[in-house]
C-alpha cells in the first residue's frame, strides 16, 4: 500500500522559511514525478511545484522563493519554502504519479499525502 506522509507545515511570518517533507512507502518514486500542490480555502486545489529526474516545474508565484527536491535513498521529496507571504497560506498536498512526466494536473497524480498547513501572517 502506498503512503505518502507530509510534515513540516506551521505557523511562520511573512518573510519566513518553512521546509515540506514528504515520505513515500510502499513503492519507490525515484523513476516518477512528484510534486507539492496546495489549496486555499474556497480556492481549487492548484500545482506549486513538480519534478522528475530531469525537469522540474514551479508555478509562476512561487518561482525564485521555493525549491522542490527530493532524495531517493530516502525516497522523500521536499519542497523548501523561502520568502513566504501571506498569500502563500493553505493546505500543502504532496503527490506522486506512476509515471515520469511532469504536468500540473492534479487528476494525473495517483497518490496524494492527507495535507500539512501551512499560514503566512502578516
Known amino acids: 500500500q502506498v503512503q505518502l506522509v507530509e510534515s513540516g507545515g506551521g505557523l511562520v511570518q511573512a518573510g519566513g522559511s518553512l521546509r515540506l517533507s514528504c515520505a513515500a512507502s510502499?513503492?519507490?518514486?525515484?523513476?516518477?514525478?512528484m510534486g507539492w500542490f496546495r489549496q486555499a480555502p474556497g480556492k481549487e486545489r492548484a500545482i506549486v511545484a513538480a519534478?522528475?529526474?530531469?525537469?522540474?516545474y514551479y508555478t509562476a508565484s512561487v518561482k525564485g522563493r521555493f525549491t522542490i527536491s527530493r532524495d531517493n535513498a530516502k525516497n522523500t521529496v521536499y519542497l523548501q519554502m523561502n520568502s513566504l507571504k501571506p498569500e502563500d497560506t493553505a493546505v500543502y498536498y504532496c503527490?506522486?504519479?506512476?509515471?515520469?512526466?511532469?504536468?500540473?494536473?492534479?487528476?494525473?497524480?495517483?497518490?496524494w499525502g492527507q495535507g500539512t498547513q501551512v499560514t503566512v501572517s502578516s
Open positions: 519534478m522528475n529526474s530531469a525537469t522540474t
Open positions: 510502499g513503492r519507490t518514486f525515484s523513476n516518477a514525478a
Open positions: 503527490a506522486a504519479r506512476r509515471s515520469l512526466g511532469v504536468t500540473d494536473v492534479a487528476a494525473a497524480y495517483d497518490y
